[in-house]
């Protein structure tokens, strides 16, 4: 097995069968250190077709991960959503995918943190479904009407009840303040 160190991409490359490599590095820095892989980086656009074999070999060599993030152009929905599926991750999960068919993923509840960088197909029913502390959503873009109901039932606990932070872009800034924020006290801080 010989390591190749990419010049322009800051990225190590290996000669030969890459997951067979990688499964071979892991199993000996494990062997030498003891330790497990807690986060994990997947960049599905470099792996041309063969995320569900990478998926495979994970699974085969490791348990968990604390924290996945997840990132790729242009990639099928089902194919994320076989990561997803098959992927064990407990803590923290941000997916920067941009998928061709934009339907919903699939997530599991057991998380704390979820971040979602192209989510044009997250909706307000979908978001207060979900029961993680920590939400962020680049991309998505609920009304301002969607935003002022899911506030108010957050306040009054009838969902998102963990909930600590929450993460999204604005669409409409001009009556931010006069509709998601309607019937809900507020204070204004100092500008930034």
Known sequence: MKWIKAEQTNRTRT???PLDAM???YLYARSLM???VDFVVFYMDDFGGQCREIVDCLQSICQEFSVFV?????????????ILDNVKFRDNLHIGVKTIEELPLRIPETLDQLSIKH?????LDYVMGLKMSILAFNGAYLTNQEINVFYKSWIEMESNQNLKCFEINIRDRQDFIAVALSDIPYSMGPPI
């Open 15 to 17: 000669r030969g069968d």
């Open 119 to 123: 989510g044009s197909w997250i909706t």
């Open 34 to 36: 003891d330790v497990e």
């Open 70 to 82: 997840i990132h790729g152009k242009n990639q099928r929905h089902q194919e994320l959503q076989y």
């Open 23 to 25: 499964k071979k590095f």
